[in-house]
Nanobody
Framework: VQLQASGGGLVQAGGSLRLSCAVSGITFRLSDMGWYRQVPGKQRELVATIVVNGATTYGDSVKGRFTISRNNAKNTVYLQMNSLKPEDTAVYYC???????????WGQGTQVTVSS
């Protein structure tokens, strides 16, 4: 199973980035997908999730600025990040869950750095 995240980088405050996570080795359309982020010394926190039926949830700090989406034909989940703030700086991780078989997978993470 591979979750390959990409799209991170350095951006100025107010800018935008789009993260992608390409998934292989599992049935993507049957997987609940999510993005999480972590900064050194802090717990990993929820950014956004999108479940099999397309329903989405967002962390309070990103509501109205970030949008999660999925393309089942491409086995890929996306995170569109707009109006970025310095406090969005973190390593962003892609997550796949198949609760029906107690499976939980993580990608390798992609660094997002927002300069003020």
């Amino acid at each position: 199973v591979q979750l390959q995240a990409s799209g991170g980088g350095l951006v100025q405050a107010g800018g935008s980035l789009r993260l992608s996570c390409a998934v292989s080795g599992i049935t993507f359309r049957l997987s609940d997908m999510g993005w999480y982020r972590q900064v050194p010394g802090k717990q990993r926190e929820l950014v956004a999730t999108i479940v099999v039926n397309g329903a989405t949830t967002y962390g309070d700090s990103v509501k109205g600025r970030f949008t999660i989406s999925r393309n089942n034909a491409k086995n890929t989940v996306y995170l569109q990040m707009n109006s970025l703030k310095p406090e969005d700086t973190a390593v962003y991780y892609c997550n796949a869950i198949q609760a029906w078989r107690s499976a939980n997978y993580w990608g390798q993470g992609t660094q997002v750095t927002v300069s003020s």
